[in-house]
């Protein structure tokens, strides 16, 4: 592909993308406008001239960070740096962009959750934890320390654990459970993570001294249990949400841990099978049935800030208007007076709603889907 072929591309994504408010938002484009930026300016020629003042005028049209990166399903930033990537692999550094893991297909963790997973070998033997502490994580991602491995929080003392169970164990190069931020009152699911390190769990799968509501395992063996006690070290900051703190504990405790394994441990933690559960291709309705209770019409209305959602039976005659500033009490209201009365219509009504409340949050243009 010729350069000014390439530099067409990446502009054509990068102008699609900041024409969105919810981009000008996103730290995703910043960050590739800024390393862009930096990358083509030693490379200066006369197709990159023009894209170089562009992006300047793009730096300027950004708004205050509100996200690091939303995960959609077609990321203009990450596309364009794709593109940029291949062109001019000379000028691209080696560190990642901190959002493709939003978007890059992984085989690992194998537990899906809202986890930030970067691991690039031996050299990342850390695994964080917020706990409670949801904004810390993204936080953590987003001035992400090469030693960090993964992040994400843990507000429940079973599921939670449970997932950090299994994707711990399926991960060798884990050598290190650091807790951060926020114990959530009552499940206590910090406190519980370190009553398992120290004592394990009883012939109920309760784990042993825990000061959480139900701290019961219900969804992993005692083999995989071992597995992780065997494999990680627990070291306790909760309470902590300092940034600067805790990535300098992260590259202090990597100086500590090896990152490989014994020879040993690794065959101990490799000969446990991670149990799982049957899963369930969703397919697409062969028919679909029409609830006689009518049809609804939804209507953002960014200006005012509700959303409006118009009744009406199938002779197209106007029922009722419902009116609401969010999408939960829309179709609590909905479901309350029995205006649907099948499942699989209350499920799209959900769905519709949680985007008309998204397009007035981030500001893109609703299209009421099929259903």
């Not at 028919?287 to 939804?298: A, S």
Request: with cysteine.
């Amino acid at each position: 592909m010729a350069e000014k072929d390439t530099i067409k591309k990446i502009q054509s994504e990068l102008w699609e993308g900041i024409r969105l408010e919810k981009c000008r938002r996103c730290g995703c484009m910043k960050e590739v406008l800024e390393k862009m930026w930096s990358s083509l300016s030693p490379l200066r020629s006369e197709d990159s001239s023009d894209l170089l003042v562009n992006i300047e005028h793009w730096l300027q049209e950004m708004e205050p960070i509100e996200y690091t990166c939303l995960g959609c399903e077609h990321c203009f930033p990450a596309i364009a740096m794709d593109i940029f990537a291949q062109a001019f692999p000379e000028a691209v550094t080696a560190q990642p962009l901190s959002c493709i893991f939003e978007v890059r297909e992984q085989t690992w963790p194998p537990v899906a959750g809202e986890y930030f997973a970067f691991c690039d070998g031996e050299g990342c033997p850390i695994a964080v934890s917020t706990l409670g502490s949801v904004e810390l994580a993204e936080a953590l991602a987003s001035n992400r320390p090469l030693e960090l491995c993964i992040v994400g929080k843990t507000e429940t003392e079973n599921i939670g654990i449970e997932k950090i169970i299994k994707n711990t164990i399926s991960n060798p190069t884990i050598r290190v459970l650091l807790l951060v931020g926020k114990d959530p009152e009552g499940h206590r699911s910090g406190r519980t993570l370190l009553a398992l390190k120290e004592n394990g769990v009883n012939e109920e799968m309760r784990v042993i001294g825990s000061p959480g509501r139900y701290p019961i395992l219900r969804n992993v063996t005692r083999e995989e249990v071992e597995a992780f006690r065997r494999q990680v070290h627990i070291v306790d900051m909760i309470g902590c949400e300092d940034v600067g703190r805790i990535i300098e504990k992260i590259k202090e405790l990597a100086g500590s841990f090896s990152a490989s394994c014994s020879c040993e441990e690794c065959t101990e933690t490799n000969l446990v099978k991670i149990s799982t559960v049957p899963i369930v291709k969703a397919e697409e309705p062969v028919k679909v049935e029409m609830d006689k209770m009518g049809y609804f019409v939804i209507i953002p209305q960014p200006k005012k800030q509700v959303i409006t959602v118009e009744h009406y039976s199938y002779d197209n005659k106007l029922l009722r208007i419902i009116e609401g500033k969010d999408a939960r009490s829309i179709y609590h209201t909905i479901i309350k007076n029995g205006w649907v009365s099948q499942l699989s219509h209350a499920a799209y009504l959900g769905k519709e709603l949680a985007k008309a409340e998204l397009s007035i949050k981030l500001g893109f243009k609703y299209i009421q889907d099929r259903a």
